[in-house]
């Protein structure tokens, strides 16, 4: 069993910046995806980046590419999501989630993922 937990939500204006956390406890994350969604008001679930266990392979919706960065600690069983250039349509619930092996052509699919996390809030005001 693998718990994840996100840290480093929070308000921002826009053009700032955050960082996410995810810390995972359990088992090692070493071998597993990672990827982290969001949910804003009113709006269903959504990809947002995603990253291979080497940390060699990343996936971003076009929204978010050149804006933010995910990437992972395996010794600190961590995974980041740098995010910078905050939009208000940014707004959201943000999740990490995590799996031990998710096919390329599936990373965007949230029903692959088995281990979430209970999100952090991220608001950026218009």
């Known amino acids: 069993q693998v718990q994840v937990v996100e840290s480093g939500g929070g308000l921002v204006q826009a053009g700032g910046s955050l960082r996410l956390s995810c810390a995972a406890s359990g088992r090692t994350l070493s071998s597993y995806t990672m990827g982290w969604f969001r949910q804003g008001p009113g709006k269903e679930r959504e990809f947002v980046a995603a990253i291979t266990w080497t940390g060699g392979s990343t996936s971003y919706r076009d929204s978010v590419r050149g804006r933010f960065t995910i990437s992972r600690d395996n010794t600190k069983n961590t995974v980041y999501l740098q995010m910078n250039s905050l939009r208000p349509e940014d707004t959201a619930v943000y999740y990490c989630?995590?799996?031990?092996?998710?096919?390329?052509?599936?990373?965007?699919?949230?029903?692959?993922?088995?281990?979430w996390g209970q999100g952090t809030q991220v608001t950026v005001p218009s």
């Open positions: 989630a995590a799996r031990d092996y998710i096919p390329r052509a599936r990373l965007r699919d949230a029903s692959w993922y088995d281990y």
